[in-house]
């Protein structure tokens, strides 16, 4: 019997039925994170295709569910906090990984205070940590003319410096997708000289992204919202 792999039909933008086995996760409160979140990854089931290479990857239509976080800590966090929610919409019968759009190979989470002083004072005010691996996705939205419904967390920090008479204050900032436009948001400000720091919070939503495994084929459907393309996976 012949083989239809999912990777040979697709392009992106196509619509694929995909369902995470978990049904209920809970993110605790604490590490920037405001408070208790439900997310439920089993009811996520409409996806779209965000790459067709050797290996489809996959994001659903929009959001799947709104995250709050808070200051200095959430900034420090914000990697971490995504993959723990994200690696929740895996379906290891037809996935190989899960994580939030907009992260690369390399997850600078929990990096601790006495850590970011040491940067601040080493002087890198535009590109700490290099969380530049949102590029790749930003591209996608760019070169397909597709967009995401609502505006997503993307695990991606800098700081900013600003420069004043009386002092100099460093901007912590996380960034966020809108549309196909990325934005950063400030969560903290910092006095070079001063305690007087200030923190904010902020809510957006979170979007995953799902690698399929290599021989993920085509049961049926063609790829539109309305009949999407349904997987089968091969035997090696």
Not at 24 to 31: I, K, M, Q
Not at 54 to 60: K, M
Not at 113 to 118: D, K, Q, V
Not at 145 to 152: A, C, P, Q, R, Y
Request: charged letters at 25%; proline letters at 6%; aromatic letters at 12%.
């Amino acid at each position: 019997m012949s083989r239809t792999y999912l990777r040979d039909v697709v392009k992106p933008g196509d619509f694929v039925e995909y369902f995470p086995t978990v049904e209920r996760f809970v993110l605790p409160e604490g590490l920037g994170v405001v408070k208790e979140h439900t997310f439920y990854p089993s009811e996520v089931k409409l996806w779209q295709v965000l790459t067709e290479k050797e290996n489809v990857e996959l994001i659903p239509t929009g959001s799947v569910g709104r995250l709050k976080v808070h200051g200095k800590e959430a900034y420090l966090n914000i990697g971490g906090i995504l993959r723990k929610v994200c690696r929740n919409y895996i379906n290891p019968d037809y996935a190989l990984s899960a994580t939030s759009l907009g992260a690369g190979l390399d997850e600078y989470d929990c990096l601790s205070f006495s850590e970011l002083e040491a940067e601040l004072e080493e002087g890198c005010p535009f590109y700490p940590f290099r969380d530049f691996a949102y590029v790749k996705d930003c591209s996608w939205f760019r070169e397909t003319g597709v967009s995401l419904n609502g505006i997503v967390w993307f695990p991606s920090r800098t700081i900013r410096e600003v420069k004043s008479e009386e002092e100099v204050r460093y901007f912590l900032m996380i960034r966020i997708l809108t549309g196909t436009t990325v934005v950063e948001r400030i969560m903290a400000e910092i006095p070079e000289n001063s305690e007087e720091k200030k923190e904010y919070t902020e809510e957006f939503g979170v979007c995953p992204n799902v690698m399929l495994a290599h021989n993920i084929g085509v049961a049926g459907g063609d790829g539109t919202k309305e009949n999407p393309y349904r997987l089968i996976r091969y035997p090696y």
